[in-house]
């Protein structure tokens, strides 16, 4: 995993798309036994390093209802974007994450993470990605229908501020998907 993890974080396949250039961002032990399956990281986390190091990370950890310790133990929890490099700006936000990295990383550090019981594909990159032809028309429907995903995988609307509107929209997701998010991870987390 060490190697791995190394090469992951050297990669500069797609260095002259990146506007703030190449910085991998990823946390992967092969312990783990839950796997965040995020977007990419913004410009706070490109300028730190630590993955989810902002408001959007915050908001995740309530909804996991996991400590910061607890989160940031890659031997319980690995964090692995679809683009593990901050893509830019577009215009109204980030842009997508560069489509390299999945087909490029994951299936390597699958292969070195065994101990995976529950995947949390958060946004509509990581569902469309894992979930292909079983993902709904949206990613609205798609979290809708997270129960036809349990045990293995979960698909979350993303963290971030900006989607206040969403959650506000769709009420049921805090009151009956994040209780079911919490009861897995920390049943996951205490065995």
């Known amino acids: 995993m060490e190697n791995l993890l ?17 910085r991998p961002i990823v946390a992967a032990h092969p312990e783990a036994k839950i796997a965040i399956i995020g977007q990419a990281p913004g410009t706070k986390v490109h300028a730190t390093g630590v993955p ?7 908001q995740l950890r309530k909804w996991l209802g996991v400590t910061d310790e607890v ?4 031997s319980k929890i690995a964090l692995i974007p ?13 842009l997508p994450p560069r489509p390299e990295c999945a087909p490029l990383w994951h299936q390597p550090l699958w292969e070195l993470m065994p101990n995976v019981e529950l995947i949390i594909l958060i946004g509509m990159y990581a569902q469309k990605y894992y979930l292909k032809e079983t993902a709904e028309k949206t990613l609205t429907a798609t979290v809708e229908a997270y129960e036809r995903y349990l045990p293995k995988q979960l ?6 501020p900006r989607n206040r509107f969403w959650l506000t929209k769709n009420p049921w ?8 998010l919490q009861k897995q991870v920390s049943e ?4």
């Open 155 to 160: 698909p979350l609307p993303h963290p971030s």
């Open 52 to 58: 989810w190091d902002d408001p959007s990370g915050r």
């Open 82 to 94: 679809m683009g593990f490099c901050y893509p830019g700006k577009g215009k109204s936000g980030d």
């Open 188 to 191: 996951i987390l205490e065995n």
């Open 6 to 22: 190394a090469e992951i974080r050297n990669c500069s396949v797609c260095k002259e798309h990146l506007a703030l250039g190449p």
């Open 71 to 74: 989160f940031y133990d890659a």
């Open 173 to 180: 997701f805090s009151k009956e998907v994040v209780p079911i």
